[in-house]
Nanobody
Framework: QVQLVESGGGLVQPGGSLRLSCAAS????????MGWYRRTPGKQRELVAV???????YYADSVKGRFTCSRDNAKNTVYLQMDSLKPEDTAVYYC???????????????WGQGTQVTVSS
């Protein structure tokens, strides 16, 4: 029904930048919040940034001032600009969207397939 396709991961040196993108497609009626999570081996999934339908964006303390989350509502796309990357940012990053589909009465969580970000010299 709904697909989230991520792109933009890769290998970058400490201090470098990457930009992740995630486009939602399918039988979408409305997209509510969109955001990013990450997971490292042996750790639970961590919320990185979430952008609700309003203007306020929530960031994890560990990425404040370095990461910027934005969205293009016309394209149902969310972005994560990651600057001043650190080795501890290495993780698989997952896109999340809360979507109301044309077939449903309720909104549900949808997830992307994940994209690897590796910060290493």
């Amino acid at each position: 029904q709904v697909q989230l396709v991520e792109s933009g991961g890769g290998l970058v040196q400490p201090g470098g930048s990457l930009r992740l993108s995630c486009a939602a497609s399918g039988s979408i009626k409305s997209v509510y919040s969109m955001g990013w999570y990450r997971r490292t081996p042996g750790k639970q999934r961590e919320l990185v940034a979430v952008l609700p339908t309003g203007d306020n964006t929530y960031y994890a303390d560990s990425v404040k001032g370095r990461f910027t989350c934005s969205r293009d509502n016309a394209k149902n796309t969310v972005y994560l600009q990651m600057d001043s990357l650190k080795p501890e940012d290495t993780a698989v990053y997952y896109c999340n969207a809360v979507v109301l589909t044309l077939e449903s009465l309720y909104e549900y969580d949808y997830w992307g397939q994940g994209t690897q970000v590796t910060v290493s010299s």
